[in-house]
């Protein structure tokens, strides 16, 4: 009883990134294990992560991994979730960002705004368990901290109002964010399906159409398909997100001229 009130006294940790403890390093000094440090376990735990997928990732499948006891990881995390939200800004680190505060590159806001999109795109399909812990998280890790810079300075670069910026930047990132994540998760079944985007696609809609419930919208969709292109499922993909995101940026140039 005294623990568990204890424990109801205790602030709720937020994020790894506000505890105000420096990185433990690694060595063997005062029993600290040999050979390990945050940046390994962090490599480590992405690694993982893409291998198998969040559900299945613990602590003592890390440890097993790196060839050490459970215990030992806790020299350098204090909680899985703290593990998870390094993990989760490691990736954040591997997209390519616009440099500079302004528009000094001489590259127009739009095609900056593109390759913002594109890179976080291709980051959710990459890891398609970093989606539901950008949801869990606060994202105030020094990459993410980046790529939130980053795509601020482009909308600033737009000419829309500061009242409209934030509106726009969830207009275009959240639509990336729900269409790679959609695209990473269909790419995750087809592998455990064992087949190709291509078969896994002909399979389910040759299920879909032998449903006597679903003919017409079968019908309607099978227009729609049609009429978008694209040879190949990744075909088609692209041309919806390339449509989507020039949707989005003639809305921002709609809305810039309204003022």
Not at 10 to 23: C, D, I, M, Q, Y
Not at 54 to 82: H, I, Q
Not at 201 to 224: G, N
Request: hydrophobic share 45%.
């Amino acid at each position: 009883m005294v623990k568990a009130a204890q424990r109801a006294e205790r602030p709720a940790r937020t994020s790894v990134w506000l505890e105000g403890k420096a990185p433990r390093g690694g060595g063997s000094r005062g029993g600290q294990p040999s050979g390990l440090d945050r940046d390994r376990i962090t490599e480590v735990t992405v690694r993982l992560l893409d291998a198998e997928g969040l559900p299945k990732f613990s602590m003592r499948r890390l440890a097993a991994e790196l060839n050490v006891t459970a215990m030992s990881v806790y020299w350098y995390v204090d909680t899985k979730d703290d593990l998870l939200e390094l993990a989760l800004d490691a990736a954040y680190g591997e997209m390519r960002l616009p440099a500079g505060d302004s528009g000094d590159s001489g590259e127009d806001w739009r095609d900056q705004l593109r390759a913002l999109a594109a890179e976080y795109r291709a980051l959710l399909v990459r890891h398609p368990w970093l989606s539901p812990l950008a949801g869990t998280f606060l994202n105030i890790g020094p990459h993410a901290v980046a790529f939130s810079l980053a795509v601020q300075r482009v909308i600033r670069l737009t000419g829309l109002p500061a009242h409209g910026q934030m509106g726009a930047i969830a207009a275009v990132f959240q639509f990336v964010y729900g269409f790679g994540t959609i695209e990473g998760r269909f790419i995750e079944r087809c592998a455990v399906a064992g087949l190709s985007q291509d078969d896994y696609f002909r399979h389910a809609m040759s299920a879909v159409t032998q449903s006597p419930d679903l003919t017409e919208v079968v019908h309607h969709a099978a227009d729609l398909i049609e009429a978008r292109g694209g040879d190949t499922v990744e075909e088609m993909r692209e041309r919806d997100f390339t449509f989507a995101l020039e949707t989005l940026i003639a809305g921002i140039e709609a809305m810039i001229v309204r003022g």
